[in-house]
């Protein structure tokens, strides 16, 4: 295990920079952050309400040769519908980070593995965008983050 020196004093700036050099074997592990809000617009051509059912393209994608591992979703604000909504999660299709998940899945503080790409990895043949798909009826609320993790491929 590396060993992480404390910032105090003089020198710190040195330490810091130690410190990252003993975490050298994290290298090429990425986390990308990405935000859904049924009070926000997706980032489509035309943008439309994240609310409504369709896929909705984020702002945020994974690069060329990414060797998705693992992800999770955040519940801000809890996922709600007049209908049974469901939310599903993709990058190459729509389901290969989260299956169709049901409303009731992702209420308040919930916490969801991204259970599709920890069974089966994916390897990007080009740049992605995140893609959130409402299916089964509109959304009438919910906010979520999401987190990807990722390696360096070639």
Known sequence: MA??????????LKDADDNFASLS????????KFTFDTEANDNAATPASNADMGAHPMAVS??????????HV????????????TVAIGLVSGVDLLAAT???????????PMAAVKTAPIKLAAE???TVTVGTA?????????YLVWMEGA
């Open 62 to 71: 994974v690069p060329d040769n990414a060797i998705v591992i693992s992800g």
């Open 102 to 112: 049901a409303k009731t899945s992702l209420g308040l503080a919930a916490q969801v």
């Open 138 to 146: 509109a959304l009438t609320a919910g906010k979520f983050d999401g």
């Open 128 to 130: 992605k965008a995140v």
């Open 74 to 85: 955040d519940v801000i604000t809890a996922v709600t519908s007049e209908g049974a909504a």
């Open 3 to 12: 060993e992480i020196k404390s910032l105090t004093g003089a020198g710190w």
């Open 25 to 32: 074997s994290l290298a090429g592990l990425h986390v990308t």
